[in-house]
């Protein structure tokens, strides 16, 4: 057995309680979490394609022990529901030993808490094992100098050893983090030693997160889409994203910072003031206007359909863009030559179908769910 088996094992333990397993046919585990993976596996390979339905527990975590490598990771963008043929399921075998993994589109916490669920239902000691691995790689990858998460491990690209805020990579896995601290479902089996380790990892993610806040003329505002982990400054991502405050995944992780139960000052202070950014870098009079192609276009990573302007509409909602600079808070966009352009226009088709560059992500955070955190945390 190797180093990271025998790891990962000491990492679980059945409580004293006999565990009641459910009916894997009447209460499926939802496969929400794998939304992101699996369009991006249907964008490149189309649907035409037979899949489990949420109610085959089995059969779903099944795929997922299949997916798994010997190091206890998983690579991003599959579908845990398709249905694999022999040849495929023979290929998976043979792919376990490589080493990379990627946190890249909500992955990996995904099939942790997946499993664990898998494992309460079924009883089946694999999938609690198959979690257990999971655990230990994820702890194993939490950035040192910060208490982040990488994006994919080994790197390709330049971006993916940095600190990573986008796709929910850091704060999808504080979450996992701290369901386990506090013992909550599925993964009230785990013991008090695996918990502790859980809550250790989650104080230095919690202090990373507000470490990284960036600020703008002495005030706090919102969080980048990735640092360096050597200088903890906002960097580039892909070659369109340029170092900036992103609107949408500040929206992300200030929906984690409102779920803390009981948060500290800092933490208060972070959310305000993130909220603050928000309401100000809110966009008046412009709409965003999809505008259908006579014939649709196809591109290396997508087929393009319709286009994107935006159009003066004084009664049109507020809107966002998805990058704001640094120092001045104005919109930043760019082409995949990462030269920064001044408007909407200029970004090529390909990216203005292909990207989301702007939209209206905080609207019901600033609505809704932020004003429900003030009352809950006002009493």
């Excluded at 494992?119 to 702890?139: M, N, P, S, V, W």
């Excluded at 966002?320 to 600079?325: I, L």
């Amino acid at each position: 057995m190797s180093k990271v088996h025998v790891v990962a094992a000491a990492l679980v333990s059945l409580a004293c309680h006999p565990l009641a397993f459910a009916d894997t046919k009447t209460e499926p585990i939802p496969l929400a979490a794998f939304s992101d993976g699996i369009k991006h596996w249907q964008d490149r390979h189309g649907t035409d394609y037979a899949r489990y339905q949420p109610q085959q527990v089995t059969e779903i975590a099944d795929n997922l022990l299949l997916y798994q490598r010997d190091n206890g990771g998983w690579i991003e963008n599959r579908d845990p529901a398709r249905i694999l043929d022999a040849t495929e399921k023979a290929a998976l075998v043979a792919e376990k030993a490589e080493g990379r993994g990627s946190f890249d589109n909500r992955n990996i916490y995904s099939q942790i808490e997946y499993l664990a669920a898998a494992f309460g239902k079924t009883g089946k000691a694999a999938y609690r094992d198959a979690a257990a691995r999971g655990l230990h790689y994820a702890l194993a990858q939490q950035i040192a100098s910060c208490g982040g998460w990488p994006h994919t491990v080994p790197g390709t690209a330049n971006y993916h050893g940095y600190i990573t805020i986008a796709d929910e990579v850091t704060s999808g896995l504080l979450r996992l983090l701290r369901k386990i601290s506090a013992g909550a479902d599925p993964f009230g089996y785990l013991d008090a030693a695996t918990r502790a380790r859980a809550n250790t990892a989650l104080d230095r993610g919690d202090e990373c997160v507000l470490k990284l806040q960036i600020e703008q003329g002495g005030r706090l505002t919102g969080w980048a889409g990735q640092y360096d982990p050597k200088t903890l400054r906002p960097a580039m991502g892909r070659a369109f994203e340029l170092p900036s405050i992103v609107s949408q995944e500040t929206v992300e992780m200030l929906r984690y910072l409102m779920s803390v139960e009981k948060p500290s000052a800092a933490q208060v202070k972070s959310i305000e003031s993130a909220v603050e950014w928000l309401r100000r870098s809110q966009i008046g009079g412009v709409r965003l206007e999809k505008v259908m192609l006579e014939k649709a276009v196809q591109y290396q990573y997508h087929v393009a359909t319709f286009d994107y302007r935006l159009v003066a509409d004084a009664n049109a909602p507020p809107l966002w863009a998805r990058f704001y600079d640094l120092k001045d808070n104005s919109i930043v966009l760019a082409n995949r030559d990462s030269v920064r352009v001044k408007n909407f226009s200029e970004v090529h088709p390909e990216r203005r179908s292909g990207y989301s560059w702007f939209g209206t992500w905080p609207a019901a955070l600033l609505n809704e769910e932020y004003p429900a955190w003030r009352v809950r945390h006002s009493q």
